[in-house]
């Protein structure tokens, strides 16, 4: 076994064009290293639908040129296959691209600027024109420069909000693909996933695959200002823009562009975090770059607590790495740090009601009737009776942007992971730039009207219930924790949660009419009057870019008057608690 191990390795050295990643294999071979080869050599890193997503190193079980060449190539492959044309409504600002035109976008990870280079340099070598973006720049620009210049796809070299010794491929494509018209710029999908991974499995080796060293373009940064005077238009003309903002970038690549949006839009300059102002692979200051981790935002709060009491922040804004997700925290003088973070349900809530009381639901040509909001099923369902009331459509999808861009006549779509898409016709994808605007213009119309952003969610509790979430999630180092507990809550579904009858267990994964197959589980409780709870509604499922189990709840209470607020809150803060403890028990994590 061993020595088949070594065999592997020395095969996979022979075709590694990187001299970093082929010493550090050379190193782990002299060194006998088994349990790390092995590791390294489990299997392949499967492509899906969310591209690839993996620790930095050599092998074929890591992010690495390797990889990353194997991978543009089948997906060069794919496009070549497909025979794409630019669609015939793509209008692209520069001009009429030839057949086959691939944007690359990439943030300041980790290898993400040579990953990109490798990608032009092989959808050069198949035949494929490749313009690589100026510089790393948000993931929202890469979707924008799919539609703006009428590329067949587009890659984006990011890993995201994962630790700093990850990196990723995430993948899109455009009109000219068969089966996406009208829906250009979003992420791939079943069965494109499948024919793209078979593609990649065919590639001979690296050594096979043509990458000439020149031939690619580099945009100008003509694209990032069409970005920008799009960005502009999601916010309503004349509306008020004085709103004092403390922002971070958690030291990824949102600072520029966000800033540059937010003077373009005539709102005041935002308080950068000084700390997180820069883009830093290693992310220093922070365990882990996502926003909805503890202690990530601890630097911006002491920012905003530092700033003069004439002069105190309205919000704080902070963006993930590569600034498709968007975070808000409001004044809490209550909370030890002084501020309060909004969950992704309370602002993706926030921004459907804003859209609906200032008529721009239907933006883009549709009428309000005729554009539909949607969120993903673990989500809260608060969108829903928020659409209900306003006379708007509503759907629901699997977790993922992937899935809501494909949503016919979307106008809105938001997921409770801090995503949220305010301009589907621009950025068919989610969008931290333009989401921070929308939220900057709603609290500043607020701010105007002497009200706050936690004052309009206590009027949407009021409007339609109290619709309070939470999550269990739990962060693994072995995967088979994950399918045990899966295993289990299949075997033995549990048949009450906090004292709350499940009254229907649903397996995911069988699929059904509305949803495709998906790994996870659903779970709906019945209320009643003597719990003061409504419904209530679990998801279980494993998460797909981190080795984590990802349980979403949501309880709903009415809510009869403003006084009888923080009772309910108090109610719904107990159920919740309950059902974390008891779906904790029955999952044997």
Known sequence: MQHELIAQARDWLSDDPDPDTRQELTDLIEAGAGDELAARFAGTLQFGTAGLRAELGAGPMRMNRAVVIRAAAGLASYLNRQRPRPAQDAQP???????????????????????????????????????????????????????????????????????????????????????????????????ADAEIAAEIAAVAGVHAVPRPDTGWEIAGEEVVEAYLERAASVLTEGSPRAV?????????????????????????????????????????????PNPEEPGAMDLAFATARATAADAAPDLVIANDPDADRCAVAVPAPEEPAGWRMLRGDEVGALLAAHLVRTGRAGQGGQSATDATFATTIVSSSLLSRIAATAGVPYAETLTGFKWLARVDGVRYAYEEALGYCVDPAGVRDKDGITAALLV???????????????????????????????????????????????ERLRAQ????????????????????????????????????????????????????????????????????????????????????????RDLAAAAGI
Do not use: W
């Open 93 to 191: 600002a520069g001009g009429q691209p030839g057949p086959g035109l691939v944007v690359i976008g990439y943030d300041a990870r980790h290898r993400s600027a040579d990953f990109a280079r490798d990608t032009a340099a092989v959808m050069v070598g198949a035949g494929l024109r490749a313009v690589l973006l100026p510089r790393p720049l948000p993931t929202p620009v890469l979707a924008f420069a799919i539609r703006h210049l009428g590329a067949v796809a587009g890659v984006e070299v990011t890993a995201s909000h994962n630790p700093p010794r990850d990196n990723g491929y995430k993948v899109y494509l455009g009109d000219g693909v068969a089966g996406t018209a009208s829906r250009g710029g979003s992420q791939i999908v079943p069965p």
């Open 244 to 288: 004092r903002v403390v922002y971070t970038p958690l030291h990824g690549v949102g600072r520029q562009t966000l800033t540059a949006a937010f003077a373009r839009a005539g709102f005041p300059a935002p308080t950068v975090v000084a700390e997180q102002a820069e883009p830093d692979p290693d992310f220093p200051t922070v365990a882990f």
């Open 440 to 486: 900057a213009e709603l609290a500043a119309g607020l701010r105007a009207e002497g009200r706050t952003l936690v004052e309009l969610l206590d009027e949407l509790a009021l409007a339609h219930g109290l619709h309070a979430t939470d999550q269990l999630s739990v962060r693994v180092q072995d995967l088979s924790v994950i399918a045990t507990a899966m």
């Open 493 to 580: 579904p549990p048949t009450d949660l906090a004292g709350l009858p499940v009254t229907s267990a649903q397996d995911l994964s069988q699929g059904s009419e509305a949803l495709p197959p998906t790994d996870g589980l659903r779970y709906h409780l019945a209320g009643g009057a003597d719990s003061g709870v409504e419904t209530a509604r679990v998801i279980v499922r494993p998460s797909g870019t981190e080795p984590k189990l990802k349980c979403y709840l949501e309880v709903v209470l009415p809510v009869a008057a403003p006084d009888a607020l923080p009772a309910a809150r108090a109610r719904a803060r107990e159920v919740l608690a309950a059902v974390k």
